[in-house]
C-alpha cells in the first residue's frame, strides 16, 4: 500500500515564525502536492512538484514556498507564518506514468494553528 | 478556469436509505473523475473512480455515473450505514498523468441511525 506521511498532526506556530512541513511517500512517485483545506472550499493547491527540484505554483501559493530535494519527500514552507494560513495542510503524491496514473494518495493532514 | 461544482455542501439521511451526490464540470478535455471520502481526522482516500469511456460503475454499495455531454457525474450510496458519515469530495482531471486534479468542495454526509 502508499503510505503518505506527514511530520506532524498538530502544529501550533506564532505569527512571524518560519514554519515547515513535511511531506514523505514511500512509493517512489514522480508527482506531490500540498493542499490547504478550509470548511466550505474544500481543497485548494498551494504547490505542486512533477520532479525532484521541480515545482510549479497552485492556485494560491502567496505566502508559501516548496522544496523538493529528494523523490520522496516535499516540504512546504511558510516563510513567515500569518493567522490567516491556520488550516489543515494535506499532501498528496501521485505516480507518474505507471498503474492508476491520476490516483492520488493523501496523508493524513497537519492541522496548523498560528496564534 | 476549470471548475468542479459539488452539491449539496451537507447532507442527512437515515440509516438504510439511498445518499446522492451531483457534481458538475467546466473542462470539456477532463475523463477521469475519482470520489474521495475523508473521515474525521484522516486524509481523503478514494472509494471509486471513473473514466470518460464508462458510464456508470458500481463498487458494492457505491456507484458513480457520467453524463459526458452534460459535464454531470453522481455518487451514488444505497443502504447507508453509519460507516458512510464522513465528507466526499469528487475530482475531475485531464488524460495526462501531470494533468491537475480540480477538486469539488466537498459534501458532509450525515447517516442518522
Known amino acids: 500500500d502508499v503510505k503518505v506521511t506527514q511530520s506532524s498532526r498538530y502544529l501550533v506556530k506564532r505569527t512571524g515564525e518560519k514554519v515547515f512541513l513535511e511531506c514523505v511517500q514511500d512509493?517512489?512517485?514522480?508527482?506531490m502536492f500540498w493542499y490547504r483545506q478550509d470548511p466550505g472550499l474544500g481543497l485548494r493547491l498551494i504547490y505542486f512538484s512533477y520532479d525532484v527540484k521541480m515545482k510549479e505554483k497552485g492556485d494560491i501559493p502567496e505566502g508559501y514556498s516548496v522544496s523538493r530535494e529528494k523523490k520522496e519527500r516535499f516540504s512546504l514552507i511558510l516563510e513567515s507564518a500569518s493567522t490567516n494560513q491556520t488550516s489543515m495542510y494535506l499532501c498528496?503524491?501521485?505516480?507518474?506514468?505507471?498503474?492508476?496514473?491520476?490516483?492520488?494518495?493523501f496523508g493524513p493532514g497537519t492541522r496548523l494553528t498560528v496564534l | 478556469g476549470e471548475n468542479v461544482e459539488q452539491h449539496p455542501s451537507t447532507l442527512s439521511v437515515q440509516e438504510g436509505d439511498s445518499a446522492v451526490i451531483k457534481c458538475t464540470y467546466s473542462d470539456s478535455a477532463s475523463n477521469y473523475f475519482p470520489w474521495y471520502k475523508q473521515e474525521l481526522g484522516k486524509g481523503p482516500q478514494l472509494i471509486i473512480d471513473?473514466?470518460?469511456?464508462?458510464g456508470e460503475k458500481k463498487d458494492q454499495r457505491i456507484a458513480v455515473t457520467l453524463n459526458k455531454t452534460a459535464k454531470h457525474f453522481s455518487l451514488h450510496i444505497t443502504e447507508t450505514q453509519p460507516e458512510d458519515s464522513a465528507v466526499y469530495f469528487c475530482a475531475a482531471s485531464g488524460r495526462s498523468s501531470a494533468s491537475k486534479i480540480i477538486f469539488g468542495s466537498g459534501t458532509r454526509l450525515s447517516i442518522r441511525p
Open positions: 471513473i473514466r470518460s469511456n464508462v
Open positions: 498528496a503524491s501521485r505516480p507518474g506514468t505507471s498503474g492508476r496514473r491520476n490516483t492520488q494518495y
Open positions: 512509493m517512489d512517485h514522480e508527482n
